[in-house]
């Protein structure tokens, strides 16, 4: 089961302003990852569903850190049926992540008091959405749907929704501040952050460092 409540999940995203994303089969390299990113300063991170077993991995990496930094939440990314979401779940993901809408996922993420976050892609799913209570909107992806001016134009009419894009954000202070200055609660990001020149250097300050320069700039833009 989940180790923290929808609310803390939420209102730690939308504190923080950055939800790191990333995939790697070797349990060990994954745990790296997730240190040099929880020591640049992320919280929230999203381990996406997207290679055989991916699951296995998963239960290593949670097992190890709810002893080694029990304050961290990791949520499990990619998840298009209710039922990997369920084993996800009972294998202790902390919130659900998906490319696309579920109405399935989400009620069953409600029974559980899970946070879900789903790919949204149109005003109208972003309503569907909140409507089956989802807090927190993935917009994925990001710049193929009109950049931080989709954004705006959903929030328009909507002004209370809560947007996290997810897809064309870049690990620059220029990217960051559009999306911002448009309206997002918080930002997914994944190979722009957790760098593929970097994971195979083994550079973990690499990353420790781009992940506290982001979460700087974001909190630099908000003021």
């Given at each position: 089961?989940?180790?923290?409540?929808?609310?803390?999940?939420?209102?730690?995203?939308?504190?923080?302003?950055?939800?790191?994303?990333?995939?790697?089969?070797?349990?060990?390299?994954?745990?790296?990852?997730?240190?040099?990113?929880?020591?640049?300063?992320?919280?929230?991170?999203?381990?996406?569903?997207?290679?055989?077993?991916?699951?296995?991995?998963?239960?290593?990496?949670?097992?190890?850190?709810?002893?080694?930094?029990?304050?961290?939440?990791?949520?499990?990314?990619?998840?298009?049926?209710?039922?990997?979401?369920?084993?996800?779940?009972?294998?202790?993901?902390?919130?659900?992540?998906?490319?696309?809408?579920?109405a399935e996922v989400a009620?069953?993420?409600?029974?559980?008091?899970?946070?879900?976050?789903?790919?949204?892609?149109?005003?109208?799913?972003?309503?569907?959405?909140?409507?089956?209570?989802?807090?927190?909107?993935?917009?994925?992806?990001?710049?193929?749907?009109?950049?931080?001016?989709?954004?705006?134009?959903?929030?328009?009419?909507?002004?209370?929704?809560?947007?996290?894009?997810?897809?064309?954000?870049?690990?620059?202070?220029?990217?960051?501040?559009?999306?911002?200055?448009?309206?997002?609660?918080?930002?997914g990001m994944g190979s722009?952050?957790?760098?593929?020149?970097?994971?195979?250097?083994?550079?973990?300050?690499?990353?420790?460092?781009?992940?506290?320069?982001?979460?700087?700039?974001?909190?630099?833009?908000?003021?």
């Open positions: 089961m989940a180790r923290f409540s929808r609310v803390h999940v939420w209102s730690t995203m939308e504190s923080l302003g950055l939800v790191p994303l990333f995939y790697h089969g070797d349990a060990g390299i994954a745990m790296r990852i997730i240190e040099a990113l929880a020591a640049g300063g992320a919280k929230v991170v999203e381990f996406t569903n997207r290679g055989d077993r991916a699951f296995e991995v998963f239960r290593e990496v949670v097992v190890h850190f709810e002893e080694s930094n029990p304050d961290l939440i990791i949520g499990a990314g990619s998840i298009l049926d209710p039922v990997t979401a369920g084993l996800y779940i009972n294998l202790g993901a902390s919130f659900v992540v998906g490319s696309v809408m579920n009620r069953l993420c409600n029974r559980r008091k899970v946070a879900y976050f789903p790919g949204c892609a149109t005003a109208s799913e972003v309503s569907y959405a909140e409507e089956l209570g989802v807090e927190i909107c993935k917009i994925f992806p990001g710049s193929e749907l009109g950049g931080p001016g989709f954004v705006k134009a959903i929030l328009g009419p909507t002004p209370w929704s809560r947007l996290m894009p997810t897809g064309g954000v870049s690990a620059t202070r220029e990217s960051l501040k559009g999306w911002f200055d448009a309206g997002v609660v918080c930002v722009a952050l957790v760098r593929n020149d970097l994971i195979k250097a083994h550079d973990w300050q690499g990353v420790t460092d781009l992940t506290a320069q982001c979460l700087a700039w974001i909190q630099e833009i908000r003021g």
